[in-house]
């Protein structure tokens, strides 16, 4: 069903239909593009519910000033996804900020239809499916949005729709194109991870695996990485990239977006790069077997391949490759390092020295500082996020392993710093709080030997 309505688009449609959807959608894009409503330059979650509430629901472009609101609120700095949720008594306005869901505002359960359907001509969707998902990208609405503030200067925001018993939920997922996260050193690794990413990007061949769960800034390090190689005047390399979707242009990388249902599937698609005389290769994600061992084997003839890999930590990393299939022979020649990390809030500047002792939660550290609260962090006490991240060079005797806790074990002999012993050094440094790490890790003590 995945991308079902564009599928569905181009074999329904007549040229003359379709001629005139792009015109309907390119004149409602140039219209919204030319508009620069107040909303735009400073938008705070008291302006959208403030902006809303003067809106007549009487009125007949009633919705189309509602997601014209909505989309300003995918400008504002940290917001990685918007979510238009249906429930019983309306449809309900959340954002994703920092990492951390909140709700806005709810709308009329009435003209629930309504705004979605305009999401849904925005992204050259079909108005009158509701009953399967979609999926289409919206275009170009930064341009109404260069105002001072903290309004991303250019983002590229893409829908995705589903039925769910009470209605269509839309989601807006939201990629800034012009990232401040451009080369490794901005990405606030601890110092011996960001020395490590810089060698290995500058490597000839081998895998390099980037881990974590959903959300926990892998492709924003993947990037970061191509931007590093990309930066460098010489020697100059071909740098080729198989991505789901590409999230982002870089300049000097051939980026490829595959299509599961089309010609070009991960597996099918490495192999076609192959053919393109590439030096380094980036996979947006090994998702299976046929995947990992063309990554693997690509750099075993010479190849440096960036990747990312869903696990929790580097330890159980090397178990989930041995279960998806990749041979033994594979990981001991060809896996360079696996760096594997958490995003956890930045304290914002107005945080106060933790005095009481039961504000740090239990975490083992001499010192804190915890959230308050003041407008620039618009009373969240956070503003941005870091990285917790830990480094695994994996020996012979790790990768004979197939328990994460023996890999993590013999690691830490080894003098791995792990996400427990990471976490505490930022909370130490006054960077993030006891509450966001337990917030993020939960924190099982058995993760850490320290």
């Known amino acids: 069903m995945r991308k079902i309505g564009s599928r569905l688009a181009k074999s329904m449609l007549s040229p003359a239909f379709e001629y005139r959807a792009w ?17 735009t330059a400073r938008l705070t979650p008291e302006a959208f519910r403030a902006e809303l509430a003067a809106l007549d629901v009487r009125e007949d472009n009633y919705a189309t000033r509602v997601v014209d609101l909505v989309l300003a609120l995918g400008r504002v700095d940290g917001v990685s996804d918007l979510h238009l949720l ?9 954002w994703r900020l920092d990492g951390v869901l909140a709700s806005l505002a709810s709308l009329p359960a009435e003209l629930a239809g309504n705004v979605i359907a305009r999401l849904k001509v925005l992204a050259g969707l079909l ?10 990208r919206l275009h170009g609405y930064a341009s109404a949005a260069a105002a001072a503030g903290p309004i991303a200067s250019d983002v590229d925001m893409r829908l995705a729709t589903c039925p769910t018993v009470l209605g269509e939920k839309a ?12 080369r490794l ?3 606030g690794y601890p110092a011996d991870i960001a020395a490590w990413l810089e060698r ?13 769960p959903a959300g926990s800034g892998k492709t924003t390090t993947l990037y970061a990485a191509l931007g590093e190689i990309t930066a460098s005047a010489t020697p100059l390399r071909s740098v080729v990239s198989l991505e789901d979707p590409v999230e982002r242009p870089i300049d000097g990388v051939a980026q490829t977006e595959i299509d599961e249902g089309g010609a ?6 490495l192999k076609y790069l192959l053919r393109q005389d590439p030096e380094v290769i980036m996979v947006g994600e090994i998702r299976d077997r046929d995947c990992a061992r063309l990554a693997f084997q690509a750099a075993l003839t010479g190849h440096l391949v960036l990747s990312s890999f869903h696990a929790g930590s580097a330890a159980e990393a090397i178990v989930r490759l041995g279960d998806i299939g990749v041979d033994g022979y594979l990981l001991r ?3 360079v390092g696996i760096v594997c990390q958490r995003l956890v809030r930045r304290l914002c500047e107005c945080a106060e020295t933790v005095t009481d002792g039961g504000d740090l939660l239990g975490l083992d550290v001499s010192t804190a500082r915890q959230a308050t609260g003041c407008g620039a962090c618009r009373g969240t006490g956070y503003r941005g996020r870091l990285p917790i991240a830990e480094l695994l060079v994996a020996d012979v005797a790790m990768l004979a392993e197939r328990e994460t806790a023996a890999i993590r074990r013999l690691a830490g002999q080894r003098g791995m710093a792990d996400h427990a012993a990471r976490a505490r050094q930022a909370v130490e440094a006054g960077l993030t709080s006891p509450a966001e790490v337990r917030r993020v890790f939960g924190f099982d003590d058995r993760q850490s030997d320290g």
């Open 23 to 39: 015109l309907t959608r390119f004149t409602t894009l140039s219209r919204f593009m030319s508009t620069n409503t107040p909303t």
């Open 86 to 94: 249906p429930t019983h008594a309306g449809l309900e306005v959340r």
């Open 127 to 136: 108005t009158y499916r509701t009953d399967v998902p979609q999926e289409g």
């Open 171 to 182: 989601l807006i997922r939201v990629f800034p194109l012009m990232s401040r996260h451009t």
């Open 185 to 187: 050193d901005g990405l």
């Open 200 to 212: 290995t990007v500058h490597s000839s061949a081998g895998v390099a695996l980037i881990c974590g």
């Open 264 to 269: 070009i599937d991960m597996a099918s698609g």
């Open 333 to 335: 020649s060809g896996l």
